[in-house]
Nanobody, 116 residues
Framework: VQLVESGGGLVQPGGSLRLSCAAS????????MSWHRQAPGKEREWVAT????????NYADSMKGRFTISRDNDKNTVYLQMNSLKPEDTAMYYC??????????WGQGTQVTVSS
């Protein structure tokens, strides 16, 4: 099983980034996928989830209207489009795959830095 995040980098406040998470080694379409982030000195926090069936989405309040999670089951990839980025969005971003109890996988993360 492998989850590989990409797309992070340095961006100015107000800018945009699109993160990708490529999955392999499991049946991607049957897993709910989510993004999480962890800033230095802080606990990891949930960002957004997209479910396997139907693709319904949920977002943390501070990301609503700015971030969009999507998935492409043909490419085994989940995305996070981030717009109107703020310095407080600076963090390591991780994707997670989850199905029921006991089936959970994490990627290694991609760094997002929002700074002028």
């Amino acid at each position: 099983v492998q989850l590989v995040e990409s797309g992070g980098g340095l961006v100015q406040p107000g800018g945009s980034l699109r993160l990708s998470c490529a999955a392999s080694g499991f049946t991607f379409s049957t897993y709910s996928m989510s993004w999480h982030r962890q800033a230095p000195g802080k606990e990891r926090e949930w960002v957004a989830t997209i479910r396997s069936a139907g693709g319904s989405t949920n977002y943390a309040d501070s990301m609503k209207g700015r971030f969009t999670i999507s998935r492409d089951n043909d490419k085994n990839t989940v995305y996070l489009q981030m717009n109107s980025l703020k310095p407080e969005d600076t963090a390591m971003y991780y994707c997670r795959a989850r199905r029921g109890t006991g089936y959970e996988y994490w990627g290694q993360g991609t760094q997002v830095t929002v700074s002028s």
